[in-house]
């Protein structure tokens, strides 16, 4: 396609876009959070944009209450240049046109280019940022399974293909830092990541560290801290919105998102603006159904289509892993994977804890053999944990008990066979390394 055919493509799709009677009122309140727009409450449903002309550019805002008197727009931008008497006017709700030419750019959560590679190439089909997961008969079952590369994942909570596992720890415990190493992993035709209210200077670390090895198949959604609460709340949506039109194609698609506890609170926000009450640390009832609603829509396709596996890092507010938002994520997801500081504190990295992480599919993966050998190694690992106060005050006697004395001698063993880091090769056989480091 030539210049000239693109620029056809182009003015053709915009006067698709662009509707022919533009609907619209003024706006009657400003407050540092949202805006009111009478005269357009029988024409928006909720999610539609609004959009008024700034100083410059064109602000645009999402409908998060309507009533009589007019409707609430929380605005993308974080700062609001509304005056009283501005014209804001409907733009319909939002979409996007994925195409495979986005494979190694970097978005922003409205679907804007900020890699400075210039303009993306639209696509065909118009796909809802906020789309409804799969049906439950519809979809296909799941069964492949996957190598992370990461061996105390690959041993005891292994994946599969289309499966979805959330990473839970507080924060400084390595949970970018395993994130990162699972990027790494091979079997997937495309890559999708949304980094959701990440410090600034981390994006540039993590898309030419880690991922650089698989920077040209992945398309990296960014949300960082200092954005609006719209945007943090945008940012999952429009990488799950991208994710499904390549899941659609017939591709093998990893969805990686850092973290969903912010989009939670970016949610809880948006919510409160809206008028709704605080029913549960803060965070209002809509909080807990946008989370299901986000969660599914990861997963196995239709049958004949690819498949969406997600890894969705968890933030539990103080080390609390019955927070509200946690314990909701927890009941969606496939499994979990948890960190522990306690193990992060002795230099273990990455610091699962074994024993409280599960993979709800791990059947799926294990062989008869090996299922068993998991059990006895979580045996093993959970003797050796239980009576480590009982072995700090001398209380332990070699001989007295075979079963410890075969965890005292093995654990440290499994411990060190672990430990990896970023800098280390991933793991191509988890169960044979592990043979070998335990015959040393």
């Given amino acids: 396609m030539n210049a000239l055919e693109r620029l056809e493509e182009a ?113 065909d089909r118009n796909m809802p940022v906020d789309a409804e997961p799969p049906a439950a008969m519809t979809r296909s079952r799941v069964s492949r399974p996957l190598k992370t590369g990461v061996r105390a994942i690959d041993l005891f909570t292994p994946i599969c293909a289309g499966q979805r596992i959330g990473i839970f720890a507080g924060s400084g415990v390595g949970k970018s830092t395993l994130l990162s190493m699972l990027a790494r992993c091979e079997g997937f035709d495309t890559i999708v990541i949304a980094l959701v209210g990440e410090r600034g200077r981390e994006v540039r670390e993590f898309l030419e560290g880690p991922i650089l090895a698989n920077r040209s198949r992945a398309i990296t959604v960014v949300s960082t801290g200092d954005e609006s609460p719209m945007m943090r709340r945008q940012a999952p949506k429009t990488a799950l919105c991208i994710a499904e039109y390549f899941r659609d194609l017939g591709e093998s698609v990893l969805l990686i998102v850092d973290s969903v506890t912010r989009f939670a609170h970016a949610a809880r926000d948006v919510a409160l603006a809206a008028g709704e009450p605080a029913v549960a640390r803060g965070y209002t009832p809509s909080v807990f159904s946008d989370l299901p609603r986000l969660l599914e829509r990861a997963g196995p396709g239709v049958e004949g289509k690819g498949a969406i596996s997600g890894v969705f890092s968890v933030l539990v507010d103080g080390d609390d892993h019955n927070d509200p938002v946690a314990d909701s994520i927890r009941g969606t997801l496939d499994g979990h994977i948890v960190l522990d500081r306690a193990i992060a504190d002795q230099g273990r990295y990455p610091a699962i804890n074994v024993l409280g992480s599960i993979s709800r599919l791990a059947e799926h993966v294990w062989s008869p053999e090996q299922k068993e050998l998991v059990r006895r190694l979580r045996t093993l690992i959970a003797r050796f944990e239980d009576t480590r106060d009982l072995r700090l005050m001398g209380g332990y006697q070699p001989g007295s008990d075979t079963e410890l004395d075969q965890a005292v001698s093995l654990v440290p063993k499994i411990y060190e066979a672990l430990r990896q880091d970023p800098s280390s090769s991933p793991s191509t056989d988890a169960f044979m390394e592990l043979a070998q480091v335990l015959r040393q």
């Fill in 11 to 123: 003015i053709l799709g915009g006067n698709q876009s662009v509707p022919k009677v533009r609907i619209g009122g003024p706006v009657r309140e400003v407050t540092p959070s949202y805006y009111r727009v009478a005269g357009v409450s029988s024409f928006v449903k909720l999610g539609d944009r609004l959009g008024f002309e700034g100083k410059d550019v064109v602000q645009v805002g999402e409908v998060v209450r309507i009533d009589d008197a007019g409707v609430t727009i929380k605005p993308f931008e974080g700062k609001i240049d509304a005056t009283l008497g501005s014209y804001a006017y409907r733009l319909g709700a939002m979409g996007l046109n994925p195409h495979p030419s986005w494979k190694g750019r970097v978005i922003n959560a409205l679907g804007n280019p900020i890699d400075g590679l210039g303009s993306l190439l639209p696509g």
